[in-house]
C-alpha cells in the first residue's frame, strides 16, 4: 500500500518564526512531490511542486526533496496569520500523474 | 483563466437515496479527476480521466458510484444508493500535459 505519512500537528508557531513541515513517502519509485495549501472549508491549493532532489524556492516558501531518505519538506519562512491553514503532501501515484495525499498538518501562526 | 467549476457546492440528502455532481474543468485541461475528502482526511482518488477515457478507476466503488465524461470536456459523478459514510467533500481537479493538477471549490455532501 502506497503510503503519504505527514505529522497531523497542530504545529503552533509565532508570527515571524520559520515554519517547518514534513513528509514521508513509501514508493521510491515516486517521482513528483507537490504541497497544496487548504484553508478551512476551502478546496485545496497549489503552493509548491518538486521533481529533484534539493530546495525550491518561491517566496517565502522552500521545498526541499531527499529522495533516497523519502522525505519531502516545506519552509515558511517569517510565518504570517494567513499561512494558518492544513497543509497537505501530495506524492504522484505511478505514471498516470494521479496523486496520493497525506492527512495533512495543521499549521497555526500565532500573532 | 477560468478554474475549474463545480456545482452545487452543497447538497443534504437522505441514505438510499442518489446524489449528481457536475465538474467543468479548466479550458484545455485533458485530464479530469474526482476526489473524495472525507473530514479530517487528505483527498482520496475515486477516478481519472484522460479526455473521455478512463486512465484509472481502481478506487472507485463501482457498485455505487459512477462517472462520466461523455464529450471529454465536463464531467459527472452519481452516487447511487448513498450511505452514510459518503459524506464528504467531492473534489474536482483538472491539469494539461505534466503540470501540476489545480481543484474545483467542491461539492459537501451530508448523508442523513
Known amino acids: 500500500q502506497k503510503e503519504v505519512e505527514q505529522n497531523s500537528g497542530p504545529l503552533s508557531v509565532p508570527e515571524g518564526a520559520i515554519a517547518s513541515l514534513n513528509c514521508t513517502y513509501s514508493?521510491?519509485?515516486?517521482?513528483?512531490f507537490f504541497w497544496y495549501r487548504q484553508y478551512s472549508g476551502k478546496s485545496p491549493e497549489l503552493i509548491m511542486f518538486?521533481?529533484?532532489?534539493g530546495d525550491k524556492e518561491d517566496g517565502r516558501f522552500t521545498a526541499q526533496l531527499n529522495k533516497a531518505s523519502q522525505y519531502v519538506s516545506l519552509l515558511i519562512r517569517d510565518s504570517q496569520p494567513s499561512d494558518s491553514a492544513t497543509y497537505l503532501c501530495?506524492?504522484?501515484?505511478?505514471?498516470?500523474?494521479?496523486?496520493?495525499f497525506g492527512k495533512g498538518t495543521k499549521l497555526s501562526v500565532k500573532p | 483563466e477560468a478554474g475549474v467549476a463545480q456545482s452545487p457546492r452543497y447538497k443534504i440528502i437522505e441514505k438510499r437515496q442518489s446524489v449528481a455532481f457536475w465538474c467543468n474543468p479548466i479550458?484545455?485541461?485533458?485530464?479530469l479527476y474526482w476526489y473524495q475528502q472525507i473530514l479530517g482526511q487528505g483527498p482520496k482518488l475515486l477516478i481519472q480521466?484522460?479526455?473521455?477515457?478512463?486512465?484509472?478507476d481502481s478506487q472507485l466503488p463501482k457498485d455505487r458510484f459512477s462517472a462520466e465524461r461523455l464529450k471529454g470536456v465536463d464531467s459527472t459523478l452519481k452516487i447511487q444508493p448513498a450511505k452514510l459514510e459518503d459524506s464528504a467533500v467531492y473534489l474536482c481537479?483538472?491539469?494539461?500535459?505534466?503540470?501540476?493538477?489545480?481543484f474545483g471549490d467542491g461539492t459537501r455532501l451530508s448523508i442523513l
Open positions: 481537479a483538472s491539469s494539461v500535459d505534466d503540470q501540476p493538477q489545480h
Open positions: 514508493d521510491r519509485g515516486s517521482q513528483s
Open positions: 518538486i521533481y529533484s532532489n
Open positions: 501530495a506524492v504522484n501515484r505511478g505514471s498516470q500523474g494521479n496523486l496520493i
Open positions: 479550458s484545455g485541461h485533458a485530464t
Open positions: 480521466f484522460q479526455n473521455n477515457g478512463v486512465v484509472d
